[in-house]
């Protein structure tokens, strides 16, 4: 099983930069498709952002050109790169397979403050 601590969240103003990072255990990482998510107060987990296991990224249209998803794979990491952070990006972060997700980690808090 694989496991997934996410990391790299914080307080910033609106406009900043933060960068998560998603460390995993487990050899399968490297050939699944990874997410990142995130899910703000009364509302459900969405999905972000998404990087193949050969580097295609999409986003959503919320932070198309704000994100940057990338991944090592030889570190077992994928990182979200968040630029230009308005105060709606302030949710919970989590990573895990699109596909077939494993057991979700703790995910990493975001707060943007206007």
């Known amino acids: 099983q694989v496991q997934l601590v996410e990391s790299g969240g914080g307080l910033v103003q609106a406009g900043g930069s933060l960068r998560l990072s998603c460390a995993a255990s487990?050899?399968?990482?490297?050939?699944?498709?990874i997410g990142w998510y995130r899910q703000a107060p009364g509302k459900q987990r969405e999905l972000v952002a998404r990087i193949s296991s050969g580097g295609s990224t999409n986003y959503a249209d919320s932070v198309k050109g704000r994100f940057t998803i990338s991944r090592d794979n030889a570190k077992n990491t994928v990182y979200l790169q968040m630029n230009s952070l308005k105060p709606e990006d302030t949710a919970v972060y989590y990573c895990?397979?699109?596909?077939?997700?494993?057991?979700w980690g703790q995910g990493t808090q975001v707060t943007v403050s206007s």
């Open positions: 895990n397979a699109v596909l077939r997700p494993w057991v």
């Open positions: 487990g050899s399968t990482f490297s050939i699944n498709a």
